[in-house]
């Protein structure tokens, strides 16, 4: 099994989209995160975990999950960095293959002694780029294999059959 650790506010500040809203709305930002995480872990199959530490959002430790990606958000006087950490020795075994995103030159240093692989936050926006690329080929690859009808209609029938089918005269 492949994870992928992610300091949540690293790749915010390093990605040009969400650094952008994150001068607008740090929430919206946190958020769109999330969202690009979810679609890569659909496309890859990786369990995806996000980490965001409590320099933003102060309170008590919170973890939820949002479109099968885990959140987690450090309790007060914890880093990003420090529970990512504890988190590559925690979740590493022989099956498991853990990897980082983070740009934190520091970080990434800690992880290798954990046997853990690291992408920078370029790499990983790259990667997700790719991948919607390739999700958005799929798209169009199955919408143009499928067929309007069954049976083969000329244009006009089947305008009108549409016509009909939405109670339009």
Do not use: C
């Not at 995806?48 to 949002?66: H, S, T």
């Amino acid at each position: 099994m492949d994870i992928l650790l992610v300091d949540g506010y690293n790749i915010i500040g390093a990605w040009p989209e969400l650094r952008q809203l994150k001068n607008v709305n740090l929430s919206h930002a946190r958020d769109r995160l999330i969202e690009r995480m979810a679609e890569y872990q659909g496309f890859t199959g990786y369990r995806v975990i996000i980490v965001f530490d409590a320099l933003y959002v102060k309170g008590l430790e919170k973890q939820y999950r949002q479109h099968k990606v885990e959140v987690i958000f450090t309790k007060e006087n914890e880093s990003a960095d420090e529970r990512i950490e504890k988190m590559a020795i925690q979740l590493s075994n022989r099956k498991t293959q853990i990897h980082v995103a983070t740009s934190d030159f520091t970080e990434q240093w800690a992880i290798f002694g954990q046997g853990a692989l690291r992408i920078s936050a370029r790499e990983l926006l790259n990667e997700v780029n790719l991948i919607n690329q390739q999700i958005e080929r799929n798209v169009r690859n199955t919408h143009q294999d499928k067929p309007f009808s069954r049976i083969e209609l000329s244009k006009d029938v089947a305008e009108m059959f549409e016509k009909l089918r939405r109670g339009k005269q």
